[in-house]
Protein backbone atom coordinates (compact mmCIF):
# COMPACT_ATOMS: atom_id res chain seq x y z
CA UNK A 1 0.00 0.00 0.00
CA UNK A 2 1.43 3.57 -1.03
CA UNK A 3 1.15 6.48 1.62
CA UNK A 4 1.95 9.96 1.53
CA UNK A 5 3.61 11.22 4.14
CA UNK A 6 0.82 13.16 5.25
CA UNK A 7 -1.09 10.38 5.44
CA UNK A 8 1.10 8.80 7.88
CA UNK A 9 1.04 11.44 9.97
CA UNK A 10 -2.67 11.72 10.17
CA UNK A 11 -2.37 8.26 11.07
CA UNK A 12 0.13 8.52 13.72
CA UNK A 13 -2.33 11.66 15.49
CA UNK A 14 -4.89 9.36 15.20
CA UNK A 15 -2.97 6.46 17.17
CA UNK A 16 -2.10 9.34 19.81
CA UNK A 17 -5.70 10.48 20.52
CA UNK A 18 -6.91 6.83 20.70
CA UNK A 19 -4.04 5.85 22.74
CA UNK A 20 -5.14 8.79 25.11
CA UNK A 21 -8.43 8.10 25.00
CA UNK A 22 -7.94 4.55 26.24
CA UNK A 23 -6.29 5.98 28.75
CA UNK A 24 -8.31 8.54 30.21
CA UNK A 25 -10.94 5.52 29.71
CA UNK A 26 -9.48 3.39 32.27
CA UNK A 27 -8.62 5.99 34.61
CA UNK A 28 -12.68 6.84 34.03
CA UNK A 29 -12.96 3.18 35.20
CA UNK A 30 -11.05 2.48 37.70
CA UNK A 31 -12.15 6.23 39.52
CA UNK A 32 -15.62 4.86 40.00
CA UNK A 33 -16.47 1.42 41.43
CA UNK A 34 -16.38 -1.56 38.82
CA UNK A 35 -18.11 -4.71 40.21
CA UNK A 36 -21.91 -5.39 40.27
CA UNK A 37 -24.50 -3.07 41.49
CA UNK A 38 -26.85 -3.58 44.12
CA UNK A 39 -29.75 -5.83 41.93
CA UNK A 40 -26.47 -8.14 41.13
CA UNK A 41 -25.63 -6.45 37.38
CA UNK A 42 -22.80 -5.41 36.07
CA UNK A 43 -22.65 -1.62 35.79
CA UNK A 44 -23.54 -0.92 32.33
CA UNK A 45 -21.19 1.88 31.97
CA UNK A 46 -18.71 0.16 32.64
CA UNK A 47 -19.19 -2.70 30.36
CA UNK A 48 -20.03 0.35 27.50
CA UNK A 49 -16.52 1.72 28.24
CA UNK A 50 -15.18 -1.62 28.29
CA UNK A 51 -16.39 -1.89 24.56
CA UNK A 52 -14.99 1.50 23.75
CA UNK A 53 -11.61 0.01 24.93
CA UNK A 54 -11.63 -2.71 22.83
CA UNK A 55 -12.51 -1.25 19.77
CA UNK A 56 -9.82 1.55 19.77
CA UNK A 57 -7.14 -1.10 20.56
CA UNK A 58 -8.34 -2.78 17.44
CA UNK A 59 -7.90 0.09 15.67
CA UNK A 60 -4.47 1.15 17.50
CA UNK A 61 -3.51 -2.60 15.96
CA UNK A 62 -4.69 -1.96 12.56
CA UNK A 63 -2.94 1.50 12.11
CA UNK A 64 0.25 -0.39 13.19
CA UNK A 65 0.17 -3.07 10.46
CA UNK A 66 -0.89 -0.02 8.04
CA UNK A 67 2.34 1.13 9.15
CA UNK A 68 4.27 -1.81 8.85
CA UNK A 69 3.09 -2.57 5.25
CA UNK A 70 3.17 1.20 4.05
CA UNK A 71 5.44 2.24 1.40
CA UNK A 72 5.86 6.20 2.15
CA UNK A 73 5.73 7.45 -1.26
CA UNK A 74 7.49 10.91 -2.44
CA UNK A 75 5.99 13.76 -4.35
CA UNK A 76 7.42 13.36 -8.10
CA UNK A 77 8.46 17.01 -9.20
CA UNK A 78 7.69 15.75 -12.40
CA UNK A 79 4.71 18.30 -13.75
CA UNK A 80 2.30 15.54 -14.10
CA UNK A 81 -0.21 14.98 -11.31
CA UNK A 82 0.57 11.40 -9.52
CA UNK A 83 0.06 10.06 -5.77
CA UNK A 84 1.05 13.33 -3.23
CA UNK A 85 0.06 15.86 -5.67
CA UNK A 86 -1.78 18.62 -4.53
CA UNK A 87 -4.00 19.56 -7.24
CA UNK A 88 -6.01 23.33 -7.61
CA UNK A 89 -8.50 23.13 -10.03
CA UNK A 90 -11.86 24.60 -11.39
CA UNK A 91 -14.77 22.15 -11.87
CA UNK A 92 -17.59 23.55 -14.11
CA UNK A 93 -20.95 22.09 -12.19
CA UNK A 94 -22.84 23.46 -14.73
CA UNK A 95 -24.56 26.11 -13.02
CA UNK A 96 -23.16 29.04 -15.32
CA UNK A 97 -21.55 30.63 -12.18
CA UNK A 98 -17.41 30.78 -12.67
CA UNK A 99 -16.88 32.35 -9.24
CA UNK A 100 -18.22 30.73 -7.14
CA UNK A 101 -16.34 29.19 -3.94
CA UNK A 102 -17.25 25.58 -4.51
CA UNK A 103 -15.69 25.45 -8.32
CA UNK A 104 -12.47 25.39 -6.94
CA UNK A 105 -10.80 22.38 -5.03
CA UNK A 106 -7.53 22.38 -3.87
CA UNK A 107 -7.13 18.20 -2.76
CA UNK A 108 -4.33 15.90 -2.80
CA UNK A 109 -4.23 12.91 -4.83
CA UNK A 110 -3.60 9.27 -2.84
CA UNK A 111 -3.85 5.86 -3.31
CA UNK A 112 -6.36 4.97 -0.93
CA UNK A 113 -8.38 6.08 2.26
CA UNK A 114 -6.73 4.71 5.42
CA UNK A 115 -8.05 6.53 8.16
CA UNK A 116 -10.13 9.27 8.65
CA UNK A 117 -9.04 11.79 5.46
CA UNK A 118 -11.29 13.90 4.74
CA UNK A 119 -13.12 13.88 1.18
CA UNK A 120 -12.51 17.43 0.76
CA UNK A 121 -8.81 17.22 1.30
CA UNK A 122 -8.20 14.23 -0.62
CA UNK A 123 -9.31 12.02 -3.10
CA UNK A 124 -8.07 8.73 -4.25
CA UNK A 125 -6.62 7.68 -7.33
CA UNK A 126 -9.51 5.10 -8.06
CA UNK A 127 -12.65 7.87 -7.80
CA UNK A 128 -13.80 9.33 -10.80
CA UNK A 129 -12.31 12.03 -10.29
CA UNK A 130 -8.97 10.98 -9.47
CA UNK A 131 -8.87 8.73 -12.58
CA UNK A 132 -9.45 11.86 -14.54
CA UNK A 133 -6.78 14.16 -13.09
CA UNK A 134 -3.56 11.10 -13.11
CA UNK A 135 -0.89 12.12 -15.32
CA UNK A 136 -2.47 15.90 -16.24
CA UNK A 137 -0.61 18.71 -16.06
CA UNK A 138 -1.21 22.09 -15.10
CA UNK A 139 -3.54 23.61 -17.71
CA UNK A 140 -5.00 20.30 -18.97
CA UNK A 141 -8.36 19.92 -18.69
CA UNK A 142 -10.41 17.07 -18.32
CA UNK A 143 -13.52 15.61 -17.75
CA UNK A 144 -15.66 12.73 -15.24
CA UNK A 145 -18.93 10.99 -15.69
CA UNK A 146 -20.82 11.45 -12.76
CA UNK A 147 -23.22 9.32 -13.55
CA UNK A 148 -25.07 8.30 -16.74
CA UNK A 149 -26.24 11.71 -17.45
CA UNK A 150 -24.20 14.26 -15.62
CA UNK A 151 -20.59 15.05 -17.26
CA UNK A 152 -18.44 17.25 -15.05
CA UNK A 153 -15.47 19.49 -16.93
CA UNK A 154 -12.27 20.87 -15.33
CA UNK A 155 -9.05 22.64 -15.83
CA UNK A 156 -5.86 21.94 -13.67
CA UNK A 157 -4.77 25.34 -12.20
CA UNK A 158 -1.95 24.01 -10.30
CA UNK A 159 0.08 21.22 -9.36
CA UNK A 160 2.31 21.32 -5.94
CA UNK A 161 4.89 19.02 -5.28
CA UNK A 162 5.10 19.83 -1.54
CA UNK A 163 5.88 16.57 1.13
CA UNK A 164 3.58 17.89 3.78
CA UNK A 165 4.80 17.43 7.27
CA UNK A 166 1.54 17.37 9.35
CA UNK A 167 3.47 16.91 12.48
CA UNK A 168 5.64 19.53 12.04
CA UNK A 169 3.59 22.05 10.94
CA UNK A 170 1.66 21.38 14.72
CA UNK A 171 5.05 21.72 16.56
CA UNK A 172 5.59 25.19 14.60
CA UNK A 173 2.25 25.78 15.94
CA UNK A 174 2.47 25.25 19.40
CA UNK A 175 5.40 27.09 19.89
Known amino acids: MKLIREQVELL ?5 RLQEEISNTRDSIER ?15 IE ?22 QIVDVPATG ?18 DFKKD ?15 SSEKFITKESKIG ?8 GDQFS ?3 DDVH ?12 NSTILEEQKVAKK
Open 151 to 162: KMNGIILDVEYK
Open 103 to 117: NYLTVTLIEEKVGRE
Open 32 to 46: TAAGPSLNGSYNEPH
Open 144 to 146: YRV
Open 12 to 16: IIEKQ
Open 49 to 70: MAKQIAVADMRIREIENILKMA
Open 131 to 138: KAILGKEK
Open 80 to 97: KIDIGSRVEMFIDFGDNV
